[in-house]
């Protein structure tokens, strides 16, 4: 692993005109340029920005992909060899917000890590616990359920992004203390059951700024980041990604 890895998720955000401002804006920051970066736009705009992103050094991820592997009547569903197709080299599984509002469990989303990897994608897998989790003392636990699923993966490239669901779009970002725990329990878990977890980045995510960047990605154990609200100002996605070249 080397660099930190940044990643902009836009969730349910974005037109085409805004999207075509947003690009361009990060295709000019000198410090998108030298940074390891991606944006993950929705479904709907995939093909736009890919095509925007094109001989730039920022990578297309999307935010979610079909269990489903192969072709068919399944309305609705976008297949992880169409995410390749367009031009994705990551893609987000198990995003909170798709446990919470989609009651996405882990059968569904070890089947999604499986059609990712097999099409060729680097699945960026999340996990993180509630405020009542953290305050029950019983996060470490739910952590490792979470991370379970992914001993199907061993071997494969992967990401992994610890989001405590607290600090989500809140503005209540964790710790250092509390990153570093985190991120520490994370590698000895994986290392545990893939018996390698150096070359696994994980990332932090959950109200990272450009004011709380260099904090964070001074922590030896955090990969990256997963960015959401300011992935979407150009300015505070430049100064995020200005920090993680920083640490380098
Ligand atoms: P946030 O979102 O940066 O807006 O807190 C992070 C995420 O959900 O990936």
């Known amino acids: 692993m080397t660099g930190k890895l940044v990643i902009g998720n836009w969730k349910m955000n974005g037109r085409l005109a805004a999207n075509l401002a947003l690009i361009d804006a990060l295709r000019a920051d000198a410090a998108v340029q030298a940074a390891q970066v991606a944006v993950a736009p929705p479904f709907a705009y995939l093909g736009q920005a890919a095509a925007l ?3 730039s050094n920022i990578a297309l991820a999307a935010q979610d992909v079909s269990a489903f592997d192969k072709d068919g009547a399944y309305t609705g569903e976008v297949s992880a060899a169409m995410l390749a197709d367009v031009g ?3 893609v987000l599984i198990g995003h909170s917000e798709r446990r919470q509002y989609f009651a996405e469990d882990h059968a569904l989303l070890a089947r999604k890590l499986q059609a990712a990897v097999a099409a060729g994608l680097i699945p960026v897998y999340c996990v993180g616990e509630t405020l009542a989790e953290r305050e029950a003392d019983a996060y470490k636990a739910v952590i490792a359920e979470q991370l379970a699923v992914l001993g199907a993966l061993a071997g494969r490239d992967y990401v992994v992004a610890y989001e405590p669901v607290w600090a989500i779009g809140t503005g209540k970002v964790a710790s250092v203390e509390q990153i570093d725990d985190v991120h520490q329990y994370i590698r000895a878990t994986l290392l ?4 390698a977890s150096d070359s696994i980045r994980v990332l932090y995510g959950g109200s990272v700024k ?3 960047a260099d904090a964070i990605f001074s922590l030896q154990s955090v990969g990256g980041a997963l960015v959401g609200g300011a992935s979407l100002d150009v300015e505070s996605f430049g100064r995020i990604c200005q920090a993680a070249k920083k640490t380098v």
């Open 192 to 195: 545990q059951c893939h018996g």
């Open 53 to 55: 992103l094109a001989g």
């Open 210 to 212: 450009a004011d709380n």
């Open 88 to 90: 994705c080299r990551y």
